[in-house]
């Protein structure tokens, strides 16, 4: 064998390079597989990816056309001749939708300038955009601040997906991403890119409550975006990004920085010139920004006519479409409709500023509080406090029947502080209290058209309104109406039905309830027998009570009161007495006793009060017309007239002569309940009708106060309410006739009859003719005979005197009639008791 230096060497040799080429293969190997590894997970990562993206995409919701319009849209109140007067929003709901075409081209120009450059190029996707946003963030040390979404990607994000500011994890922020560029690109499939634009301009966030270019247009310059000029428009775009940041009014510098930027860009991509884009640049826009927003800027609350307005639509709403009341609301506050109401803007500033003097009818103004009260103690417990609280403590210490009624606000808040004194606060309790004066006593009024049952004014107090749907005491607080009952309940059925006339004899004299209590007059005087005319001037209670029990009945009554659209009666007062004075268990809405006399000025038909007219959806269709109110007849027209002609003569020489026009005929009926509580005037004219309510909310008495001012305020605003129309009388309807009356007998009169005119129904004149009044002469005396002398008549009564039970004296009478003769001054009201008797059936007063 060679075992020689040379030969080993080789042989190391060739066992040294097998060992290196398998160590080589080794190697090969383990990098195959090492690529094919990572080519395997790169394969399963994408497979994964499509899987999740697939997952992602199939849970996308189903989105058309429609979905990704703007919801929400601000409505409208109009008056009856097409003056907005009021808006109806929400925080979700401040839009004016406005067509691509109603919108300057600058407008739209400028969004896509700074949002989506390439938006007239791309599909829904900007490919380009996410590329850059994604260089931009990783050299940015992943910090990822730009954004490349495409308009049509906002556009759905805010309407298809408005939560995404509460997502918390990268998860949902990419799955929402995901499913905004799959819906984008089916959403660029159906829309135009002018359509996708309109959309986006009437969505988008555009700063202090607004939502879409009309609403910020408005806000920001007060004027219809489509008279917006170019820096104007540019001031809008400059928002979008960041409302809040950009907002033009409270950091107009920013915004400023940001509107640069939008011109800049409009400049570059063509779409103004050098000319406008220099104009725009030197404009001091941000001086009228702010002088606008402070003048737009309205955080008053609803008016009142507002507030019964929107019940009345929740009402129908749910009445006549179905809705429930979340939805009825919902509708009104983000739906875009256009309501037509019934208000007179002209007749409402009238009643509002007359409401406003009243104070000058008063001799006195005092103050009601509400209050509440809640102590956080240190201890972390609360301590609640009410008004009925502090209302005990002051009438325990202070023996007050009223005791949250006070002679000026520093009383009040004198007495609060001293209420909190006995409460044990501590240096580090805190303390929550709500308080809330108002002046006092207090005022409603409701004036309608009679014929139309539109009403034209309402005013639910007086005083400053600082929330809206608050206490409205003309549609939403219910009060005895004294003797204005006396018409509905008693002399309407009576007259009607009943066989009586005007001239119809009623005795006054003692009389009780069937309780065995006593029926008192307000003068606390009986005046005999008297007539139904008379009863009504005067306003006699025990003529009321015993016509309602002894001729109409109680229950015949009480459903007169329904037919009239009293809704508050009670099973107890079907069968009370004390209707006839008004006493009922829940007193009266102002509204619906201004309707009841509204049905007699119209001749007896009662027509449903309304306070809108016609409603439009936010497409212009008609989704509730409400044009022609229900009607029905409660009385018929001769005695609807026969009522009305006794009224004037209350209004003219009775009770209610406080209210007595300059140049307008008038009827109606004064009321007062137990103590003055309630002060009331329900009267109308041949062109509207209107009710005057006063009182003090916690019912306190105005025995003291002077018994007319609601009175002269109902004659301070019809007068105004009347200026340059035409006096004309009542109608007489030709179911009416005159006839000569016995004043003594209520008979038609004969010639020896002291006599008067009066109306009556056509088929409830008289046919009996009175018997005479013959009076024997005295037996002649024996002495000479005694002539008179020359040039002397027998004493008559004068031409057109007055005559107890109502007319004109025709005929002269030896005997003069039982019942007193009218004074020729009419009795005012001033202090009167009770009208509304103590009854069993009738409300504690």
Known sequence: MNYG???????????????????????VRLFKAVIVSLLL????????????????????????????????????????????????????????????????????????????????????????????????????????TEGASTLTQQLIKNNVFPDFVNEETLFDRVERKLQEQYLALQIEKDLSKEEILEAYMNTINLGQGCLGVQAAS?????????????????????????????????????????????????????????????????????DRILETAAATTNDEPYSYFVDALIEQ???????????????????????????????????QKICDEEVADVGDYLSVTEYGLEYALTIHREDGTAENYSQEQLASYIRDKYDDDYPLVFSSEDAANEMIAEYKSTLNIGENDTVDENINLTLQPQVSVVLMDQYTGQVKAIVGGRGEKKTSLSLNRATGSTRQPGSCFKILSTYAPALNECGMNLS??????????????????????????????????????VCAVRTLTEVVGEEKGFEYLENFGITTLTD??????????????????????????AAIANGGTYTEPILYTQV?????????????????????ESTAYLLTNAMEDVINQGTGTSARLDNMHAAGKTGTTNSSTDLWLAAYTPYYTASVWGGYDSNKPM??????????????????????????????????????????????????CPSYTDYFAEENVPTQSCSGHYVEPEPEEEAVEETPEEGTTEEVPAEGATDPNGGTVETPSTEQPVTPETPAEPPVEETPPAETPTDPAAPAQ
């Open 5 to 27: 230096k040379n030969n080993l060497s080789r042989r190391k040799k060739k066992i040294s390079s097998k060992k290196k080429m398998q160590k080589k293969r080794v190697g």
């Open 41 to 144: 997970l790169c394969v399963i990562g994408v497979a994964g990816a499509g899987v999740f993206a697939y997952q992602i995409i199939q849970n996308t919701p189903e989105v058309t056309a429609e979905d990704i319009m703007p919801q929400g849209y601000t409505s409208f109140i109009v008056d009856q001749n097409g003056n907005q007067i009021e808006r109806l929003n929400d925080s979700s709901s401040n839009r004016v939708y406005r067509t691509y075409d109603q919108i300057p081209e600058y407008m739209a120009h400028a969004f896509v300038a700074i949002e989506d450059e390439r938006f007239y190029e791309h599909n829904g996707i900007d490919l380009q955009g996410i590329i850059r946003a994604g260089v931009i963030g990783i050299t940015n040390g992943f910090n990822f």
């Open 218 to 286: 408005t806000r920001y310059f007060n004027k219809n975006v489509s008279d917006l000029t170019l820096s104007e428009c540019a001031v809008i775009a400059a928002i979008t990004q960041n409302p809040t940041r950009y907002d033009p009014v409270k950091n107009p510098d920013d915004n400023a920085e940001r509107r640069q930027r939008v011109l800049d860009n409009m400049l570059e991509q063509g779409y103004i010139s050098q000319q406008e884009y220099d104009e725009a640049v030197a404009d001091n826009v941000y």
């Open 313 to 347: 639509l929740v009402n129908d709403l749910m009445t006549e479409k179905g809705y429930s009341e979340a939805q009825a609301y919902n509708l009104i506050y983000s739906g875009g409709l256009t309501i037509t109401a019934t208000q007179d803007s002209e007749i």
């Open 504 to 541: 119809s004899p009623i005795v006054d004299e003692y009389y009780e309830y069937k309780t065995g209590q006593e029926v008192r007059n307000w003068d606390l005087t009986h005046v005999g027998t008297t007539n139904m005319r008379y009863a009504i001037e005067h306003s006699i209670n």
């Open 572 to 597: 107890e007062d079907r069968t009370s007495q004390a209707k006839a004075l008004g006493g009922i268990t829940n007193g009266v809405y102002n509204i619906e006793l201004t309707a009841a006399y």
């Open 616 to 636: 439009l959806d936010h497409d212009g269709n008609v989704l509730l017309d409400n044009s022609t109110p229900d009607t029905h007849e409660v009385i018929k």
């Open 703 to 752: 025995e003291n106060l002077s018994q007319s001012w609601h009175s002269r305020l109902w004659k301070a605003i019809m007068d105004k309410v009347h200026e340059g129309l035409e006096d004309k009388e009542f109608e007489v309807p030709s179911s009416v006739v005159e006839a000569s009356i016995c004043s003594e007998t209520g008979l038609l009169a004969v010639s020896s």
